[in-house]
């Protein structure tokens, strides 16, 4: 069965890229449609390969993130067309290829064309569908048709939307209350583990850890929190995410090995999933669980 993620840890997760979106729409006054899909693909580059742009942006003046922004509308505008670009300066995106660090271009969109669509619609439906319905139902003035209907699903249209690459979005509002969500429906919220050679025995006395977006953690942190809980002998070791693609990627999760696995089943204590607090930084603990299971 897979794990339920609240609404709420969702967000903390993906705190960041809300900020950014809330931005575009409330403060740059930007098309929603418009800065969602821009959002799906910076999120789907990322999934790529390409570092994690987003992050950085919560500290750089407007005019940086305006021209980022633009050249992401280029990019999507030229995704509606079959034809290569005319020439490497076309539309352009050196800014892009500069905060990345990494040779981006209209030429790897024309290249990648139907992998970028596919991928930017699935990142729209599973990741921004569920990450910024709040800041829409803010943005767009949504009221409840009637108290049954917010209590189970409102759907909410964005103008924009059947687009004619990307397809239908479908939006769901349930409410500013809490609510769970299947981490099935999360493909790329909640890393899973890596493939790995230790024993069940470790496995039991392992806790899995991820962390939000743009907040990592260093081992030394980790050590830190749990070993001041229950004891500096109680942690034995903490295995960070060593496969990060990308220059400037940040490790998104880690296990942590401790003495007994009562120590796990007391941090636990009975639920999936739980969340911890620390200097500002949210991030979440489930069991370990081999990813071949």
């Known amino acids: 069965m897979a794990p339920m993620i609240s609404s709420n840890d969702l967000n903390s997760y993906y705190k960041i890229d809300r900020y950014i979106f809330s931005q575009l729409v409330t403060v740059f006054m930007r098309d929603p449609a418009e800065s969602m899909m821009v959002i799906a693909l910076w999120l789907w580059l990322e999934q790529e390969g390409y570092p994690n742009i987003i992050s950085k942006m919560i500290?750089?003046?407007?005019?940086?993130?305006?021209?980022?922004?633009?050249?992401?509308?280029?990019?999507?505008?030229?995704?509606?067309?079959?034809?290569?670009?005319?020439?490497?300066?076309?539309?352009?995106?050196?800014?892009?290829?500069?905060?990345?660090?990494?040779?981006?271009?209209?030429?790897?969109?024309?290249e990648k064309r139907l992998d970028a669509i596919d991928g930017i619609k699935k990142v729209l439906n599973s990741v921004c569908a569920k990450i910024?319905?709040?800041?829409?139902?803010?943005?767009?003035?949504?009221?409840?048709?009637?108290?049954?209907?917010?209590?189970?699903?409102?759907?909410?249209?964005?103008?924009?939307?059947?687009?004619?690459?990307?397809?239908?979005?479908?939006?769901?509002?349930?409410g500013f209350t809490d609510y769970a969500i299947s981490a099935e429906e999360l493909p790329w919220s909640f890393p899973g583990p890596?493939?790995?050679?230790?024993?069940?025995?470790?496995?039991?006395?392992?806790?899995f850890l991820t962390f939000s977006r743009g907040c990592p953690m260093k081992e030394t942190e980790v050590r830190e929190i749990f070993s001041g809980l229950f004891g500096r002998d109680s942690v034995v070791d903490v295995h960070i995410q060593e496969n990060v693609s990308g220059n400037n990627a940040q490790p998104l999760f880690a296990r942590l090995v401790f003495r007994s696995a009562t120590t796990v089943d007391g941090i636990l204590n009975g639920r999936i999933i739980t969340r911890f607090h620390f200097r500002g930084r949210y991030f979440w603990g489930r069991k370990y669980k081999h990813s071949s299971d």
């Not at 940086?64 to 992401?72: G, K, P, R, T, Y």
């Not at 009637?146 to 964005?158: D, G, L, P, W």
Request: glycine residues 4%; hydrophobic residues 40%.
């Open 59 to 110: 500290s750089w003046p407007r005019f940086f993130l305006e021209i980022l922004f633009s050249e992401a509308v280029s990019a999507l505008k030229f995704l509606e067309t079959n034809q290569p670009p005319v020439s490497s300066e076309e539309g352009g995106m050196n800014f892009t290829s500069q905060v990345m660090e990494r040779d981006i271009s209209l030429q790897l969109f024309h």
């Open 132 to 174: 910024f319905t709040d800041i829409l139902v803010n943005h767009l003035k949504v009221t409840p048709i009637s108290e049954a209907e917010i209590r189970f699903n409102q759907h909410i249209q964005v103008t924009g939307f059947p687009h004619e690459q990307f397809g239908n979005i479908e939006i769901v509002w349930k």
């Open 194 to 207: 890596e493939n790995n050679t230790f024993s069940e025995e470790e496995n039991n006395r392992t806790l």
